[in-house]
């Protein structure tokens, strides 16, 4: 059983340039979450995606960030116009179901992105 | 806002040496709470949980109990192996939420 998949694992843009990071959800996954670490911090809530709508994009910056989940192929964070500040590592996860009061999400190695 | 905080690493340790990561938050209401661990290369994986007040999560050794009065989950291990050597994440998340808050992780290296 392949857990999440995520890539590239690295990713080096330069300022302006557009970032595209992929993250395939475990099989039978329709949930996926992303979430950004940001150097010395903690993980991050992004955006909360099922496929083919957006349910919570609240931890999204409002500029230059966008997420999908299409209905075919896998979730796309998509981040235009890179800034240094961008330079994070990115984590997808997934799950099978919504579940209150115990929530297991299953995580990706994450996408480390550096801008220059 | 929901937050957790736990104590900076890294942390290095010499096999079968006893592990403590402190781990406490803020929260309102009653939160679920997390350790997750990762490996190497890997993504981040569940290691174990407590949904309410007094319970303690267990797996693979480690363990961690939810205390509410002192709003902390603190992971211990009585006997750590070079296996162990990881990034572990304190997490929590509200009631009905799905949001998971992290803490900034603590790396781990334990040496034969």
């Known amino acids: 059983n392949a857990g999440v998949m995520q890539n590239p694992r690295h990713l080096v843009r330069r300022r302006g340039q557009e970032a595209r990071l992929r993250c395939s959800p475990m099989?039978?996954?329709?949930?996926v979450y992303w979430y950004r670490q940001l150097p010395e911090e903690g993980l991050k809530f992004m955006v909360y995606l099922q496929k083919e709508n957006i349910i919570d994009e609240s931890g999204m910056p409002k500029e230059r960030f966008s997420a999908e989940f299409p209905k075919e192929g896998p979730s796309i964070l998509r981040i235009q116009q890179v800034v240094r500040g961008d330079s994070a590592a990115y984590f997808c996860?997934?799950?099978?179901?919504?579940?209150?009061?115990?929530?297991?999400?299953?995580f990706g190695p994450g996408t480390r992105l550096t801008v220059l | 806002g929901d937050s957790v905080t736990q104590m900076e690493g890294p942390v290095t340790l010499s096999e079968e040496a006893f592990l403590t990561i402190n781990c406490t938050y803020t929260a309102t209401g009653y939160p679920s709470l997390f350790w997750y661990v990762q490996y190497p290369g890997e993504g981040l994986q569940l290691l174990l949980k407590a949904t309410k007040a007094d319970d303690k999560g267990s797996n693979k050794g480690f363990e961690a109990t939810y205390r509410k009065e002192t709003t902390s989950f603190h992971l211990e291990k009585g006997s750590v192996q070079v296996s162990d050597s990881a990034v572990y994440f304190c997490?929590?998340?509200?009631?009905?939420?799905?949001?998971?808050?992290f803490g900034a992780g603590t790396t781990v290296t334990v040496r034969a």
């Open positions: 996860a997934s799950s099978p179901t919504l579940q209150s009061s115990y929530n297991e999400q299953f």
């Open positions: 997490a929590l998340s509200g009631p009905d939420d799905y949001k998971l808050s």
């Open positions: 099989k039978g996954h329709s949930h």
